[in-house]
């Protein structure tokens, strides 16, 4: 993904031709959510795309979104340039840090051990990512996003393949959904997905590289629009037609902020199809609500090492209940209609606004 292109928001090469067509009054809704947010005030301004031509200017800002996320690693001595994390004083901040995690273990106090065993685990690995990236020239200016962007993603391309390195026995990406958009995520990948089970359009080479050695570092996603499988696991009717151009994202235990964006299938950045993908999604729930309705969500899901149920939060409910009585898809088909989908996603509680 090179730079001058990541900040584009018009459709490029052969993953954009031939698609489906969207209706006007879908993509005008879509648009009406704010897909992506302020990212795309940041696209359409002509000062900041000309300055994101620059290779040291992308580094910079994707360095700044790095320094924010790791501000607390400061402390220890740590020189923050993702690409060689150098030393500024005298003793080696590694060592320091690694004395302090053993000396919290000794005291019992476990949780504090392990919360910075993980923060030096991602600082070392997503620096060691980012930095081939930057090396082979597919660093973007949107690389490291803040989590309330997770959302966008897994609206546009909901259906998604899983690749967990075992040494991450904690992983962010269960403590990166809010209620409300777990639910939305459990409700389109009702069983993990893995890598293994990808069939799809074929990842490009220079994507393919960055998997080979991301996936030693952190849990990998592919997002697609593939509806089809979906429906396939649910039998649902007739099956709808797929768009294309899946994203590749990134996560890891030791995030507090913020999630990767490592590439995307068509080379094209984040932006192209983006609001088309959304109508979409939004389009294929509000013509199976009816079927969808009648479904009852398994009482419990697993999820690479975790477990959640649809009834967690509303011990009222048993493995009986179907999704008409959670009111899904209408929930969410609602706050789209009104145009906070993305706001009524990043909710902290999970209320129900139909009776059972």
């Known amino acids: 993904m090179k730079s001058n292109l990541s900040l584009s928001t018009e459709n490029h090469g052969v993953f954009c031709q031939s698609l489906k067509e969207i209706d006007s009054g879908s993509l005008n809704l879509a648009k009406m959510n704010q897909p992506l947010g302020k990212l795309n005030q940041f696209a359409n301004d002509q000062h900041f795309k000309e300055t994101m031509k620059n290779p040291d200017s992308v580094k910079k800002l994707v360095n700044k979104v790095f320094i924010n996320e790791f501000e607390d690693m400061q402390e220890w001595g740590f020189d923050m340039d993702f690409t060689k994390i150098s030393v500024k004083r005298g003793d080696n901040p590694f060592n320091q840090v ?14 504090s051990s392990e919360g910075l065993s993980d923060r030096l685990t991602a600082l070392k690995d997503v620096s060691h990512t980012l930095t081939y990236l930057h090396d082979n020239d597919l660093l973007h200016p949107f690389t490291m996003l803040p989590k309330q962007y997770l959302a966008d ?10 690749s967990l390195p075992a040494k991450h026995k904690r992983d962010s990406f269960r403590n990166s959904l809010p209620d409300e958009l777990e639910y939305f995520f459990h409700f389109f ?46 039998a649902n009717g007739k099956l709808w037609r797929d768009l294309i151009d899946p994203f590749l ?14 590439g995307r299938w068509s080379d094209n ?3 192209p199809l983006f609001n088309e993908m959304v109508a979409d999604t939004m389009n294929f729930l509000t013509q199976f609500r009816n079927k ?8 419990t899901i697993n999820f690479l090492d975790y477990k959640i ?38 909710s902290k509680t999970f209320e129900l606004t139909t009776a059972p």
């Open 249 to 262: 994202l990134g996560f890891n235990g030791g995030l507090k902020k913020t999630f990767l964006v490592l």
């Open 189 to 234: 990948n009702p069983s993990i997905r893995t890598f293994e089970d990808y069939i799809g359009d074929e990842i490009p080479n220079d994507l393919l590289n960055v998997v080979n050695i991301a996936k030693n570092y952190h849990h990998l996603m592919i997002c697609t629009p593939y509806f089809q499988l979906f429906q396939e696991e649910w």
């Open 309 to 346: 149920s649809w009834r967690d939060k509303q011990s009222r409910f048993n493995d009986q209940t179907s999704f008409k009585e959670l009111n899904i898809p209408d929930r969410w088909l609602n706050a789209y209609k009104d145009g906070y989908l993305f706001n009524f996603l990043q």
């Open 269 to 271: 950045g984040i932006f």
């Open 292 to 299: 969808i309705a009648k479904f009852r969500p398994s009482y």
């Open 153 to 162: 993603f897994l609206v546009a391309a909901p259906i998604t393949f899983n």
């Open 98 to 111: 690694d004395n302090r995690i053993k000396e919290l273990s000794r005291a019992g106090l476990r949780k």
